[in-house]
């Protein structure tokens, strides 16, 4: 792949941030956790359609066998994601 | 006529209502430029007929996926031929809140449109009642209607609801697409949903009263503890998958059976009636075998939906889609490429039709690429047959028959080969800008509605029928006409010149029918073909017999058999392969070199695990992606596979 240096930019910048933010990816099993953003990707829309906005409250029901995919409740319905997706989703642990 | 578009989000009972509302009055349409079928039914009042249109379910009416693409195009365009007069936006009333996003969305475009509240009964288990007065006043110009599709309710009140609005002066008829946000531009999209959702919020708030803590999530969420568990889940999913894989290979036997005897007896029976001409021969081997080839192929068509069906029913299927899909995820598969592929042991037909789960287009391509390689029910004659004669009855380590041994080998070569090519795929041949999406809503467990399943069987048998069935026949009459005809009068002057015996012994008689055809065999196009083909064949060890068995084993791969029958002139009583594999055994070149060697039968057994030779399978990938490019390309790289494979297998085993 050909990089260009502001592609690398980008990316360090996003490495950077998934290190820092937590992402439902990472979300403890059945903990309610508030969604705090989406990352900026083409699956942004998608991911929103969904019902996952700023402010819902979800947590994860279970995992596949594997750890991938995951399955969310989100307001009553259950949405399974795989991780790289659920890594998009920013949250903030509950307390 | 006024067109009604049906939409709403997936697993909304969507399909039910569409059932109801038109039952076996469906149709089969095309959307152009995209792979998913359109539902048409009508729907009468009195003399008035209205067109229902049944839009794939999506959650936006922005797409996420190709086949999605067509609820923009036909919404954003009021000119296209499928522009409906009035929506019907089916909501789940158990999940109003991400079911309301698509209703506003067309809502807002200024369509007529009625709101079909379903799903009412799972709502109040809930514990959520719905205030519908309240909800009208947020939505003024939409007619509600509470309904449960999965018995029938509230079915009277949508056809009346759709009856008024498809009056030509209804009020509020001034949609105006140019509100729609375009296609590709994702942030304005992203914007709009979150300030949709801000007002949905406060419009929920409003109508839906909470009234005790939900507990029909409980009975979900109790299965769910052992059909996605670590292990039991896939011991569970691996006798599901035994019982269809059983189902579709032995019990479709019996009734696939009875067509095959009905067929031929009813060639026998018009041969006998009709006077002898070239049009009877057209009709007796080539017309009533074509459609007898077609036909023979419902039972598995028909079991393997009906199973499907119930899983997709249930909302068992979505759990195989989540346990699988890691596992499948390296090899550019789906977790729900699984359930085709291991229909495709039995037959890839079905196989191929029941990719359809599939969302993505990747995906789903891939698999329909790959599935032909799985092992099928068809090659299995042709296995016995080669088995029996090169590899030897013997033992190995004392308990393994080397026999079974090999047929095993060759069922893991197919599915092998299948995961490699799609890994293949995946690595050089995908378009990397379209990325796997999965986000998937698993609903809640029901159970399934047996007209929605029957209705689905009735779809697929009919799709393939007069779809793939016109195809198929077109070529299994183009075959016969090659294997029945040859150059001048070539195959005339073959048959007079075998000897007639002078008594009128039965067995001689048959003997000299049998070499009467092969002689006309062998002089035909068909014939000439396979001479032709030789130089070509010679180096993976086959001599021009069996390139004309290869040829006319495209119709279908046991033909195989039957035509090394009537090539070596061995009558073939029953199923039983002994006589002409005693036959094979003496064929010898004119070296004195026996045909058939270890050498050159594995060779057979590699090209016939990879050929795609298959002319039904070939139409049925036709018709599921629209195009001949995919058939064509499928054809060709199962061919130069099969080739190579049998190439090497020759060449290291000679």
């Known amino acids: 792949m050909n990089f260009t240096s502001f592609d690398l930019l980008l990316r360090v910048t996003q490495v950077i941030y998934i290190a820092v933010m937590k992402t439902l990816a990472q979300a403890k099993l059945h903990k309610r956790t508030i969604i705090t953003g989406i990352a900026d990707s083409d699956l942004k829309p998608k991911l929103l359609e969904m019902g996952l906005y700023t402010g819902k409250v979800v947590s994860i029901l279970f995992r596949a066998p ?27 642990e509950n307390n | 006529m006024k067109k009604v578009g049906l939409f709403g989000n997936p697993n909304t009972g969507k399909s039910s209502l569409f059932n109801r509302l038109t039952g076996l009055k469906q149709r089969v349409g095309n959307f152009p430029g995209v792979t998913v079928d359109k539902q048409l039914g009508n729907l009468k009042f009195g003399n008035e007929t209205v067109q229902i249109i049944d839009f794939p379910g999506t ?17 954003s365009n009021p000119k296209h031929a499928d522009y409906p007069d009035l929506a019907v936006v089916v909501v789940d009333a158990s999940n109003l809140e991400r079911n309301l996003l698509l209703f506003t969305q067309i809502y807002d475009l200024g369509m007529p449109t009625v709101l079909v509240l379903n799903l009412t009964d799972v709502a109040s288990k809930n514990g959520f009642v719905i205030n519908i007065d309240q909800l009208q006043t947020h939505f003024p110009n939409t007619i509600i209607v509470r309904s449960n599709a999965r018995v029938g309710l ?32 994702l942030i304005a999209q992203s914007a709009d949903t979150t300030d949709r959702f801000d007002r949905i919020k406060q419009i929920v708030a409003d109508v839906v009263t909470k009234k005790e803590n939900p507990v029909s999530h409980q009975f979900s969420s109790k299965l769910d ?76 068509i028909g079991l393997l939906f009906f199973l499907i069906g119930i899983l997709e029913e249930t909302g068992y299927m979505a759990r195989v889609v989540f346990i699988m899909d890691k596992l499948m995820r390296p090899f550019g598969l789906n977790g729900k490429s699984v359930v085709p592929l291991i229909s495709s042991a ?41 088995i029996g004669l090169v590899i030897p009855d013997q033992q190995i380590w004392g308990f393994l028959n080397l026999q079974g041994l090999v047929l095993f080998g060759l069922y893991a070569l197919g599915l092998v080969t299948a995961l490699l ?78 000897i007639k015996p002078t008594t009128e012994n039965p067995v001689d008689l048959t003997a000299y029918e049998d070499q009467v055809a092969a002689a006309k065999l062998q002089h035909s196009y068909m014939g000439i073909l396979g001479r032709a083909i030789e130089p070509v064949i010679k180096p993976l060890g086959y001599d021009w017999k069996m390139g004309i068995s290869l040829l006319t084993s495209f119709a279908a791969r046991e ?61 049925v990938v036709k018709r599921e992606t629209k195009s001949w490019k995919w058939p064509l390309i499928q054809l060709g790289y199962m061919g130069v596979l099969a080739y190579l494979g049998a190439f090497i297998a020759y060449q290291l085993l000679k």
């Open chain 1, 66 to 92: 594997f750890g991938d995919p995951i399955a969310v409740d989100v307001d009553g319905y259950v949405l399974s994601m795989r991780l790289n997706e659920a890594s998009l989703v920013q949250i903030e």
């Open chain 2, 59 to 75: 959650y936006s009416i922005y797409p996420r996926s190709k086949d999605e693409q067509v609820v923009y195009k036909v919404i």
């Open chain 2, 154 to 185: 509230g079915m009277k009140e949508l056809q009346e609801a759709i009856k008024s609005l498809s009056d030509s002066n209804n009020p509020f008829h001034h949609s105006d697409p140019s509100e729609l946000i375009a296609m590709d531009d």
């Open chain 2, 225 to 300: 503890r052992w059909l996605v568990h670590p292990i039991l889940g896939y011991v569970i999913f691996f006798s599901v998958l035994l019982i269809i894989f059983q189902t579709v290979f032995s019990l479709a036997s019996y009734p696939m059976d009875w067509i095959d005897m009905g067929f031929a007896q009813l060639s026998e029976w018009t041969t006998a009636v009709l006077p002898e001409g070239l049009l009877s021969r057209l009709l007796t081997e080539g017309i009533i075998p074509g459609i007898g080839g077609v036909l023979i192929f419902i039972p598995q």
């Open chain 2, 346 to 386: 039995a037959c890839a037909i079905p196989g191929v039709m029941a990719t359809r789960t599939i969302q993505s287009w990747n995906e789903r391509l891939t698999t329909i690429l790959v599935a032909p390689l799985m092992s099928c029910s068809a090659r299995i004659p042709v296995y016995t047959l080669l």
């Open chain 2, 421 to 498: 090519v799609a890994l293949v795929i995946k690595q050089f041949f995908r378009k990397s800008t379209e990325r796997s999406v999965f986000l998937l809503e698993l609903p809640a467990y029901k159970a399934p509605r047996w007209a929605n399943v029957g209705l689905e069987v009735f779809q697929k048998v009919k799709l393939f029928v007069f779809d793939a069935g016109k195809i198929i026949l077109a070529i299994s009459i183009i075959l016969w006409a090659l294997a029945s005809f040859g150059p001048s009068d070539d195959m005339e002057k073959a048959a007079a010149s075998v």
């Open chain 2, 559 to 619: 033909v195989f058999v039957g035509s090394l029958a009537t090539i070596y002139s061995v009558h073939q009583e029953s199923d039983d392969p002994k006589p002409l594999i005693e036959r094979l055994r003496n064929e010898k070149y004119a070296s004195g070199k026996p045909v058939y060697t270890l050498a050159s039968g594995v060779s057979l057994l590699v090209f016939y695990a990879f050929a795609m030779q298959c002319m039904a399978t070939l139409a």
